[in-house]
């Protein structure tokens, strides 16, 4: 009898030991945390071999309690709810069964509300990190990451810019006249370089959500960018992206659930596509219509948003509650740890619309200042105000404060190569795109923008500087947010027909070996130098102008080719008038008598010069003229 009791004592031991598989903790995300947010749960994300296998999560970190704890599928998951009300900074220590971890909390440097978030107020100037400046330490071969290059005579491979480049030409966004900086996505892109010659030097397939990419700099590098922008007075506009990670990312060899990436078994067992692991996945539609449209099918509407922007970056499924609670703490995370300012969100329709709506509506209590521009590419306006917060127009909140007008960029880039006639062409393409302004619950929370790093620069391949001219002209003095794009102060050119990487070039004198500097007055051409300082002029003058960001916006229906938009506040107008044509043309004044008024003299903003409103303008062959009484 004993010895049979004690073989049985044996077994069990035996069993409790092979359930029990040693546990190691690889990694937690958020790699720490901050106290004192107005929700206090967190979610620790646990990564680690078997880690799933643990059977208590315990703390004795006062006001810190454990809620939950969930086993998402995978057996290196584990994820741990917690409350921390009332939690003070300090340094947690969690047990995972025995093992011990410390986990940081921070005291946060500002309240929510002391966030302020970027503004019709703002300009912002849009630039590719890898495109822009290279600091003098750049290492142009990282240990660790998997095999790439650096080579700028390959438009699609990376260059080599960094954040400490962009440090170091502060200075000139500050001469420029821009008021905010929104970079391309600086995240970790572990990715190799394709077959075809092609990187993620763009930076949209993360692999990192907590990490910068090195090539780029580190964490503390891109808060010390941060920090000196704004005591220059320049806001930072972090670009983000829920819809989908990297290839690389442990996500996709390691999912946490089975539904964390959206998968299509049937498409695997019908011969269709699969990446080289296997997964199953169909490539989205691109057609963004189904996910507002009232008579949408399904099967549509799942392959917008199911399917994958392209075959090395994977879609998350925002429908999985703990991946969008992940994606949330991520942005607070970012926020409070470097002090970006806004959030520019990627490709925002194709991700799960009530998912995102749970992401901004969370952003909206912790930071009710702060602003989120999410891209909405469809150049219907219905469409874009549609996405608004508190739009009328939908049954659902999206709580996105601000939304990108692609109607504005597709009626430009069609009038741009037209005469402005009676009705329809040139900038009475303009004229009926902003008569639908009713639509939008505040048009100066839409962002407005001539070109970017996703299309043909608004030049193409030519030098048209009276038609810049007018461009820039619009979207400075509309109601809206403008957004330039890298180099457009110097003429930059190019077209995405042979490759993305053509509208993505180089800026000049960034880069070691650059035969000139255009970041001088010295190292710019007379034609550079032209452009440089007409637009330097209007941005500055444009900073603190309340008739352009508070004032009233009245516009007139081309009238011979000239189209006129005014805008007024307390007594003081600015009109923008452009000859829309390449001849000639008269404007009559007494039609403007309404915005007019009994004015007989006005100031060019950008010559200082006179300009008398008791007769006729003429106007030359596509000039542009803006002034102000």
């Known amino acids: 009898m004993k010895k049979t009791f004690l073989t049985l004592v044996v077994l069990m031991a035996t069993l409790h030991t092979m359930a029990a598989p040693k546990v190691s903790i690889t990694r937690i995300d958020p790699t720490d945390w ?32 454990i809620d939950s704890i969930v086993r998402p599928g995978s057996p290196n998951y584990l994820l ?138 580190t964490n503390d590098d891109y808060r010390r960018l941060c920090d000196e922008a704004h005591q220059k007075g320049l806001k930072v506009v972090m670009d983000m992206i829920f819809n989908h990670s990297g290839f690389e990312h442990p996500w996709t060899s390691d999912m946490p659930s089975p539904d964390w990436l959206n998968t299509h078994q049937w498409l695997k067992e019908s011969g269709g596509t699969s990446d080289p692991r296997g997964t ?19 099967v549509d509407l799942s392959e917008t948003v199911d399917g994958w922007f392209v075959p090395t970056m994977p879609d998350l499924n925002q429908r999985n509650p703990h991946l969008m609670t992940y994606l949330i703490q991520n942005s607070i995370w970012w926020i409070e740890t470097v002090g970006i300012d806004g959030i520019r969100m990627d490709t925002y329709p194709y991700a799960d619309a009530k998912g995102m709506a749970r992401w901004m509506k969370r952003l909206d209590l912790e ?77 100066t929370h839409v962002m407005a923008f001539i070109d970017n790093h996703d299309t043909d620069r608004f030049l193409g391949n030519g030098t048209d500087s009276l038609a810049l001219k007018q461009a820039l002209a619009l979207l400075l003095t509309v109601r809206r947010i403008p957004q330039l794009y890298y180099g457009t102060e110097i003429l930059m050119n190019g077209t995405k027909e042979v490759t993305d990487g053509n509208v993505r070039k180089d800026f000049p004198g960034g880069f070691p070996g650059d035969q000139r500097n255009a970041f001088t007055a010295q190292g710019r051409t007379k034609a550079e ?38 805008r007024q506040y307390q007594g003081r107008t600015v009109m923008t008038i452009l000859n829309g044509t390449r001849q000639k043309a008269e404007m009559p004044v007494k039609r403007y008598a309404e915005v007019i008024g009994q004015a007989t ?29």
């Not at 929510?112 to 290279?134: H, K, S």
């Not at 007409?534 to 000239?562: A, E």
Request: proline share 5%.
């Open 367 to 443: 930071y009710p200042n702060f602003n989120t521009v999410g891209e909405t590419w469809v150049t219907e306006p219905a469409y874009t105000a549609s996405w608004q917060k508190g739009s009328r127009l939908s049954s659902d909140n999206s709580y996105l404060k601000t939304v990108m007008d692609f109607a504005f960029f597709d009626r430009l880039s069609m009038a741009k190569n037209e005469e402005t006639d009676a009705w329809w062409n040139g900038f009475n393409r303009l004229y009926n795109s902003f008569c639908y302004d009713f639509l939008y619950e505040d048009p």
């Open 280 to 298: 199953s996945f169909m490539q989205t539609s691109y057609k963004l219509t189904p996910v507002k449209d009232p008579y949408a099918s399904k």
């Open 601 to 629: 003299r006005a100031t060019d903003v950008v010559t200082g010069r006179t300009v008398r409103l008791d007769r006729d303008l003429s106007l030359r062959p596509r000039q542009t003229l803006i002034i102000e009484f």
């Open 529 to 566: 130098n032209q452009m440089f300082n007409w637009l330097s002029r209007l941005l500055h003058w444009r900073q603190g102008n309340d008739v352009i960001v508070k004032g009233t916006m009245t516009q007139f229906i081309p009238w011979q080719g000239v189209y006129v938009i005014a």
């Open 34 to 65: 901050f106290v004192g947010l107005k929700d206090a749960s967190l979610q620790l994300m646990v990564y680690g071999p078997n880690i799933a296998t643990v059977t208590s999560v315990t703390t004795d970190y006062p006001n810190a309690r």
């Open 80 to 217: 741990v709810y917690m409350n921390l009300s009332g939690a003070q900074p300090g340094t947690m220590t969690l047990k995972f069964n025995k093992k011990k971890v410390s986990y940081q909390l921070k005291a946060r440097e500002m309240a929510g509300e002391q966030r302020m978030g970027f503004t019709n107020a703002d300009v912002l100037y849009m630039l590719m990190p890898d495109r822009f400046a290279q600091g003098p330490s750049h290492n142009p071969q990282i240990k660790g990451m998997r095999p790439y290059r650096e080579d700028r005579s390959e438009p699609s491979l990376r260059h080599g810019g960094d954040l400490e480049g962009i440090r170091q030409h502060l200075d000139y966004f500050k001469e420029l006249g821009v008021t905010a900086l929104w970079f391309t996505p600086v995240l970790e892109n572990d990715s190799p370089d394709n077959e075809a010659g092609y990187s993620t030097y763009h930076g949209y397939a993360t692999t990192d959500y907590y990490r910068v990419d090195p090539r780029f700099g």
